[in-house]
């Protein structure tokens, strides 16, 4: 009888060890499902986050790349130098940069709004470019330059009898309202604005996947939970079944017994990396964001505020109380042809130090262009004329005595106040007034805007 009773227990226990190892493997094998499933979405939500944002700099080129070649065919049509026309048309055929951001957006998001107003921005940089072309052609007639040494573009682009039969004057004039009439600047905040909406489509998609990431994350945790509070039961239920089939007639064998008593850890070491995997993936996240708004309102050279930046913030400041300065390095594409481009960086970084130091910490320092600057100084008003020119004098006298072993180099600053009288709707071209004055009698220095009269300081 005991003996009967012996071999029962001896199958019950080898029917229990067969089952609770049946269910304990498949509770680990779903488990490692649960960790790979975790693993696959991480990946490719860090895929799409990566996509994404490469999408949203693209976006933000294609803006870039259209105020660039305004930049190169208004300072054409202003100078008559035919280095900006040759840099206009390496953007376009060589840097591509307009037509890069589309093709990448359309390589994953071609049917998305974001593509679509990315789109409508391209077509509408294109139809810029054909007003910037009769705008270049005109200026070569006007300075009876032959068109025969620009690019096949503008030989092909035919003037109108109309354009023709103007005086060069006339055609400088009319070639300079072709960038600055309010057609040209209702296009350009279009291009703008479809730009924008692009980058919102798809900061907000990413939003959108790395919250739907983040709950599928959640809910996988939740599951490592119950999991682990399953292989518990099934660890207690081990145990106590053990005892009670095998203690008893084992009571001296107790000490063996606890000794091959042994709880899993899988489920907790998977837990902890699966916890370690989503603070990382935040962090990323977090980190991702803080650069995406820094390098899209900075300047990548000299720190400062960007020319996207400048615009933003002209809008947004009181123009009751501001002024503006608009600042040009004097001859700095000679420094470049002479030192070098490296010589050239160092000296635009000097530049944006020493307007940092000499304005208030209030105030708004830009790099708006190559060698370009501009300060927004707030509260401001034209009583505080004798202080902006004295920083003005300081620092060029700091810049003509370098003691770093640059080259000597010395600014040419417009300036315009928003309680000035006489002047246009426009602060910037009030202040870009006073500059042009500045550098048309003999640079190093600054003009104050007053009534159509600009006061050129050396």
């Not at 709004?113 to 007003?131: C, G, Q, T, V």
């Not at 309202?177 to 489509?201: H, Q």
């Not at 790099?367 to 600057?373: K, P, T, V």
């Amino acid at each position: 009888m005991d003996k009967e009773r012996s071999g029962m227990r001896a199958i019950s226990l080898k029917s229990l060890n067969i089952i609770m190892s049946v269910m304990a493997g498949a509770v680990a094998l779903f488990m490692l499902y649960v960790a790979w499933f975790s693993f696959s979405n991480f990946n490719v939500m860090m895929e799409s986050t990566q996509r994404h944002i490469e999408s949203q700099r693209h976006a933000a080129n294609l803006l870039a790349a259209s105020d660039f070649l305004t930049e190169q065919v208004l300072s054409f049509a202003l100078s008559g130098d035919k280095a900006y026309v040759d840099s206009y048309f390496s953007e376009v055929k060589g840097n591509q940069r307009r037509d890069n951001a589309l093709k990448n957006l359309e390589l994953y998001f071609s049917h998305s709004e974001a593509y679509r107003h990315l789109k409508k921005a391209m077509d509408r940089s294109n139809i810029l470019m054909d007003r910037e072309c009769r705008s270049m052609r005109l200026v070569i007639e006007a300075l009876g330059q032959d068109v025969a040494d620009y690019p096949d573009v503008l030989a092909r682009h035919r003037l109108s009898n109309r354009d023709q039969m103007l005086s060069s004057t006339e055609k400088l004039a009319l070639a300079r309202s072709l960038l600055t009439d309010e057609e040209y600047g209702s296009l350009k905040g279009k291009i703008r604005a479809d730009v924008m909406r692009s980058i919102d489509m798809l900061t907000a998609e990413t939003q959108n996947r790395q919250e739907e990431s983040t709950e599928t994350l959640h809910k996988v945790m939740v599951l490592q939970f119950v999991l682990i509070g399953a292989l518990l039961v099934l660890a207690f239920f081990f145990v106590a079944a053990t005892s009670l089939l095998v203690v008893r007639p084992l009571r001296r064998s107790v000490d063996l017994m606890l000794g091959q008593r042994e709880l899993p850890e899988d489920g907790a070491y998977e837990l902890k990396y699966l916890a370690r995997t989503y603070n990382r993936l935040f962090r990323q996240n977090k980190e991702h964001h803080r650069q995406l708004a820094y390098e899209a309102e900075h300047d990548p050279l000299t720190g400062l505020y960007n020319r996207t930046s400048f615009d933003r913030m002209r809008e947004v400041h009181d123009k009751r109380s501001i002024a503006l300065l608009l600042v040009d390095v004097d001859e700095f594409k000679s420094i470049n042809d002479t030192y070098g481009h490296d010589i050239g960086d160092r000296i635009l970084k000097k530049v944006a130090y020493k307007l940092l130091s000499i304005f208030r910490e209030e105030d708004f320092v830009f790099r708006i262009g190559g060698d370009e600057f501009a300060v927004i100084m707030v509260y401001a008003k034209s009583e505080l004329k004798q202080v902006v020119e004295r920083k003005i004098l300081e620092c060029n006298r700091d810049l003509m005595a370098p003691e770093d072993g640059l080259p000597k180099v010395s600014l040419s600053v417009g300036v315009a106040f928003s309680d000035r009288k006489g002047g246009s709707d426009s602060i910037y071209k009030d202040a870009d007034k006073a500059l042009y004055a500045v550098k048309n009698r003999g640079r190093n220095g600054v003009a104050f805007f007053e009534g159509g009269q600009q006061e050129p300081q050396a």
